[in-house]
């Protein structure tokens, strides 16, 4: 039941915005230009907070020393990563500047947020197991 809730918090506010932006490219409010800005500032950020996930999975079950290597280098290399992409999505791609990047820091730190909720979790799962 908890994990559900877990997955709900994840899931319910990107399922929102989507259908949000959807709705409003569908029936033309907005331009294209700034529905893939909307769209590519909530896909970056998701696949950095899989990417964390997946560091968070890894290091958990290790000892703290190694949890800490692998949670914060994985933290440094998703920050290089992100740099890149907006960098890349600011000079290549079609975006609006300030809807792109306001969009990204929006759901990077909703995500940072669900990182840490989940690690909480998974830290008191332990010390109650004890």
């Known amino acids: 039941m908890r994990k559900n809730r877990i997955f709900y918090f994840i899931g319910i506010f990107p399922f929102l915005f989507i259908v949000g932006i959807l709705t409003l490219f569908i029936s033309k409010s907005i331009s294209s230009d700034l529905f893939f800005s909307f769209f590519y500032g909530l896909i970056f950020p998701s696949f950095n907070f899989f990417l964390g996930i997946i560091s968070i999975r890894l290091g958990f079950e290790k000892s703290d020393n190694i949890f800490l290597i692998i949670v914060f280098g994985g933290l440094i290399m998703r920050l290089f990563l992100m740099l ?32 840490i909720f989940i690690l909480i979790q998974k830290k008191n799962l332990i010390i109650k197991n004890q």
Do not use: P, W
């Open 84 to 115: 890149i992409l907006i960098v890349i999505a600011v000079k290549f791609l079609f975006v609006t500047l300030y809807s792109f990047i306001f969009t990204t820091f929006i759901f990077y730190f909703y995500y940072l947020i669900v990182e």
